[in-house]
């Protein structure tokens, strides 16, 4: 019996055995790695499932799963100078063509930290973004936000 | 039961203690999470000549006898220090 399970942010049960030894396969079906464990797992101290990967589970109590958190990834940089509220571009000493059209990017900067979309035309130099709410000094970072969305596991069960 | 130690971070120096397998039966799963670089898994005296090669990315998954005594595994990585991620169930 296969069953698909949606996995988000929050621990949630994705396969309880109905006999004392069930054996399960985990299928994750979805675009983001997934992590199993027990009822309190997080992406910490679950055991990683990439996606596409199975995993074949024997002698199973409740196995639970969570997706990552939303985290920044590369690229990532440092303002050169810095940028006045409303700003719209983010100056760099360079590399800031990885930053390219459409990507989102969060400037770490404590409670001023923000998410702005970059817009076309980035240079070595100079990366245009949305208008920034807050102004930021010199030397923050930033980088590529990545939301993690969750996933699906497709779990197949078989009683032994 | 399922139990899911800390991944061990494998050292490409001497041989890092990567499980202890409980008293069979059991089933162990051993996943590299490191897709470029491999560890070879043995017992105390592993090198990266002689023991089971787990490559980057892959899992190995083993279940013992009923019966079967635990053991301790070790893992050496080869060219750079790689994180093994482990699970560990049980029967009820």
């Given at each position: 019996m ?5 996995v ?8 309880a055995?109905?006999?004392?030894s069930?054996?399960?396969t985990?299928v994750?079906?979805?675009t983001?790695?997934?992590y199993?464990?027990?009822?309190a797992?997080?992406a910490?101290?679950g055991f990683?499932?990439?996606?596409g ?6 002698f199973?109590?409740?196995i639970?799963a969570?997706a990552?958190n ?9 303002l ?9 571009a983010l ?5 800031g063509t990885?930053?390219t059209n ?5 400037i770490?900067?404590?409670?001023k ?5 970059v817009?076309?035309?980035?240079t ?10 807050f102004a ?8 590529q ?11 197949h069960?078989q009683?032994? | ?9 494998v ?5 890092t203690?990567l ?9 162990v799963v051993?996943q590299?999470?490191d897709s470029?670089?491999?560890?070879t898994i ?6 990266a000549g002689?023991?089971f ?5 892959k899992t190995?998954?083993?279940?013992t006898?009923p ?6 595994l070790y ?5 750079a220090?790689v994180d ?8 009820q």
């Amino acid at each position: 019996m296969a069953s698909t399970v949606a996995v988000a942010t929050v621990a949630g049960l994705v396969f309880a055995p109905q006999q004392h030894s069930t054996t399960a396969t985990l299928v994750n079906t979805g675009t983001s790695t997934l992590y199993l464990g027990q009822s309190a797992v997080t992406a910490a101290t679950g055991f990683p499932l990439q996606p596409g990967q199975s995993i074949n589970l024997t002698f199973n109590t409740d196995i639970y799963a969570v997706a990552g958190n939303d985290s920044v990834i590369s690229p990532t940089n440092a303002l050169s100078a810095g940028v006045s509220a409303a700003g719209t571009a983010l100056t760099v000493t360079a590399n800031g063509t990885n930053f390219t059209n459409g990507m989102v990017v969060s400037i770490e900067d404590g409670v001023k930290s923000e998410l702005v979309t970059v817009g076309a035309g980035a240079t070595g130099t100079n990366i245009p973004v949305s208008a920034l709410v807050f102004a930021h000094n010199s030397g923050t970072t930033f980088g590529q936000f990545q939301r993690h969305n969750g996933g699906t596991i497709q779990v197949h069960a078989q009683g032994v | 039961m399922l139990s899911i130690p800390a991944a061990v971070s494998v050292a490409t120096t001497g041989q890092t203690r990567l499980v202890g397998v409980p008293d069979g039966p059991c089933q162990v799963v051993l996943q590299n999470n490191d897709s470029a670089n491999f560890v070879t898994i043995g017992d105390s005296g592993v090198t990266a000549g002689h023991g089971f090669v787990l490559s980057g990315g892959k899992t190995l998954s083993f279940t013992t006898y009923p019966g079967s005594r635990g053991m301790i595994l070790y893992a050496v990585a080869n060219t750079a220090a790689v994180d093994v991620s482990i699970l560990i169930s049980t029967p009820q």
